[in-house]
């Protein structure tokens, strides 16, 4: 299901997700990397793409598509709950 140019964000510090980015067009020569996120962290997905792309790939990289959507799925409780995800595509101009 996953593959290897996607980044999950999540809690660990947001340098690090930006590094993990970084990483994908530098030494592994990938073409894209998707940024995914769900929930609160979706705000950072998107910063952790703008940094990457404005800062640090400056001129290689640019926002390819974004694709935003919903998981429904059950909670501790047993509640149905739904989560808003997006996922930031980044490629090589």
């Known amino acids: ?4 140019n996607s980044i999950f964000i999540g809690n660990k510090p947001f340098m690090n997700y930006v590094t993990g980015v ?5 030494t ?4 894209s990397v998707i940024v995914k996120a769900r929930g609160k962290f979706i705000s950072r997905a998107v ?3 703008e940094v990457a792309a404005k800062r640090f790939l400056q001129g290689a990289v640019d ?6 959507d919903s998981e429904e799925f059950q909670n501790n409780e047993g509640k149905q709950i739904r989560v808003s995800t997006i996922e930031i595509t980044l490629g090589r101009k």
């Open 1 to 4: 299901m996953s593959d290897d």
């Open 22 to 26: 970084v990483m994908q067009f530098t």
């Open 28 to 31: 592994k020569n990938a073409g």
């Open 47 to 49: 910063d952790v793409s």
């Open 63 to 68: 926002v390819k598509d974004i694709k935003v």
